[in-house]
């Protein structure tokens, strides 16, 4: 099955994937990733645009997703065109954050995503300031998106919350859609 296939599916309930609070912290969450190769793979695709500590030429080699990709698909999604779904991200992991943090709705998680070794640690915060990255009063994953340099003529550089368009964002969404009956 390939890496496209595969970030559709909510991988994170796997049992290769743990979420564990780290040293009896209520505010840190490390996320980790077993040895399944393809698991990991999917794992590092995944995170790679909230944590973006290194870009990489070759994604067969170093998969990752690029920040122009990113960028496109927002761009289009917020100019309501279509946009190449081969490069939404899961982010399924959201729901296992907010289930552990006693998430309620009308409430705001702020964090930061960092890599650590082969796992990535959630730091939440209390002060928004410091953070890109939030869960939004109605349970949505929202970051502030970085704008590539090649993209600046696209979009103002202003530094806003968006809803990041990924698989956990769309699936919530269509959840809470009334269903109309024909």
Sequence with gaps: MSVQTRMTENFYESNDV???FIEDSNDVICIGCSANPEISTLFQVD????CFVTQYENERENPS????NL???HYAKSMSNEYNSTHVLNHQWVDQVKTMLNWVQGTEIYFQAL????NIII???DNYQTCSNKIDADG???SILRIPRSRFHLNDTSHRYQRVVCWYNINLEMESQP???K
């Design 18 to 20: 743990t979420f564990n």
């Design 47 to 50: 995170f790679s645009p909230l």
């Design 140 to 142: 949505f994953l929202c």
């Design 123 to 125: 730091s939440i915060y």
């Design 65 to 68: 997703m690029s920040l122009e």
């Design 179 to 181: 269903y109309i009956f």
């Design 115 to 118: 890599p650590f070794n082969d």
């Design 71 to 73: 960028f496109d698909i």
